[in-house]
């Protein structure tokens, strides 16, 4: 009951687009989570809402971020393409009272941190091969997944650290912190 009723919030809630990807992340989930044994039910879900956010209005922004008692300094330009995950955590948390292992997955699917569990680095790597079109450069992930998650992790942050040199950005501090995990 539950996951049809957050299916349809997702689907009401964002563009067809934005919807698809949600339910092919949660389907990448749910095998990855089958594969390593956790609660696929917990993947699907954290899968299906991990952009529940993405495109909510800057007033909408506002308001889970008083909700959720979140810094102010997601509203910073810089934060643009990472706040959703934040707030889609708070949104599964107090919306649909899911536990913090989900929340925890929803909110460190785009930056990660050193701290991610099994089913947040689930969900990390679902949201880059949960796609009908895999960029080239991700292909090998897939493989990856299935075979160790720890190196699939860092396969994904190692070609979002080349991506973001050649924009001229720098890894966020947490992703820094989780790549030097993974490299020990």
Excluded at 10 to 23: C, D, G
Excluded at 35 to 51: F, R, S, T, V
Excluded at 95 to 105: E, G, P, Q, S
């Amino acid at each position: 009951m539950k996951i049809e009723k957050i299916n349809q919030f997702v689907k009401e809630n964002l563009s067809t687009y934005r919807y698809e990807h949600s339910v092919l992340v949660a389907k990448e989930a749910k095998s990855l989570a089958k594969h390593y044994h956790i609660e696929e039910d917990k993947a699907y879900l954290a899968g299906l809402l991990h952009d529940v956010a993405k495109e909510l209005t800057e007033e909408e922004n506002e308001k889970w971020i008083e909700i959720g008692h979140l810094s102010k300094n997601l509203n910073k330009k810089e934060n643009k393409n990472i706040k959703h995950a934040d707030i889609g955590a708070i949104i599964a948390k107090e919306k649909f009272k899911l536990d913090d292992d989900i929340c925890n997955a929803i909110k460190y699917h785009t930056i990660g941190n050193k701290n991610m569990d099994t089913l947040a680095k689930i969900i990390y790597i679902a949201d880059k091969i949960g796609r009908k079109n895999i960029p080239d450069d991700l292909i090998p992930v897939k493989k990856l997944a299935y075979e160790n998650l720890n190196k699939a992790l860092l396969f994904c942050i190692e070609k979002q650290q080349i991506n973001l040199k050649e924009k001229g950005l720098n890894l966020h501090q947490d992703t820094k912190e989780l790549l030097k995990e993974l490299k020990k």
